[in-house]
């Protein structure tokens, strides 16, 4: 239950902060033009890591649910329960591989 706390408590408060400005950037000889995108309030739920944690949430949510109630779980809840982490997991390594070893590796370089 806390883990969902913390990962509802912490998209809580990126949803209703101030937002930030996404600086979007092309390679050197590119005809692109840079810009800036403002990202906020429902803005801030359009990136994949998000959902990814968001899902990740509800999983940890439904296992302190599941662990309040024991042996009188229904099976739908079960079995929400295991698609949730069918879902979560790959997605979270997967989220977690392209940031340590694609993305910052670049934007280190730079």
Do not use: H
């Not at 429902?42 to 309040?68: D, I, K, R």
């Not at 739908?76 to 694609?102: C, H, Q, R």
């Amino acid at each position: 239950g806390a883990a969902a706390c913390v990962i509802f408590g912490a998209q809580l408060v990126n949803f209703c902060g101030p937002g930030w400005d996404e600086e979007i950037s092309y390679p050197e000889g590119s005809k692109l033009k840079e810009c800036s995108i403002p990202i906020k309030r429902q803005g801030t739920l359009m990136f994949f890591t998000v959902w990814s944690w968001l899902v990740l949430g509800l999983y940890f949510a439904s296992t302190a649910y599941l662990g309040a109630v024991g042996s009188e779980a229904t099976p739908g809840i079960l079995k929400g329960t295991l698609i949730l982490w069918e879902i979560a997991a790959p997605n979270a390594l997967l989220v977690t591989v392209v940031v340590s070893f694609v993305i910052w590796p670049e934007l280190l370089k730079k």
